[in-house]
């Protein structure tokens, strides 16, 4: 059994995310929540809540164990981008891209 939970449009480029991500995947949740804890970035603090999510809806719409629990994929596609525009020297403006992304974390039952 698996169960997942997504969060969407969160303000953090997807290049970063996927280098928090890399490191929790395979692992089991209890230790994989240990490292987003301690990481000291703001992705590894959105991949935890989400993962929180995905473990509520574990326990509360599969009924599965909680301790057995592995993260098997967490998945970050990209959102829509914001443009900007910032003023620069002799009147001229350049293109600021402010990144979202789509974040999806698959919990499923299995060892680590």
């Known amino acids: 059994m698996q169960s997942q939970a997504t ?6 480029s997807p290049r970063k995310s996927r280098l928090v991500a890399r490191n929790v995947t395979g692992m089991s949740v209890e230790s994989a929540m240990n490292v987003l804890r301690f990481t000291p970035n703001k992705p590894a603090g ?11 809806n574990a326990e509360h719409n599969a009924s599965l164990d909680v301790d057995s629990l592995v ?34 974390v698959i919990l499923e039952e299995g060892q680590e």
Do not use: C, D
């Not at 991949?47 to 929180?52: A, D, K, P, Q, Y």
């Open 7 to 12: 969060a969407k449009y969160v303000r953090v």
């Open 46 to 56: 959105i991949i935890l809540e989400v993962m929180r999510s995905a473990l509520a």
């Open 71 to 104: 993260v098997k994929e967490v998945r970050v596609n990209e959102g829509p981008t914001w443009k900007r525009f910032m003023p620069r020297a002799q009147g001229r403006a350049t293109n600021i891209r402010k990144r979202t992304s789509h974040i999806t």
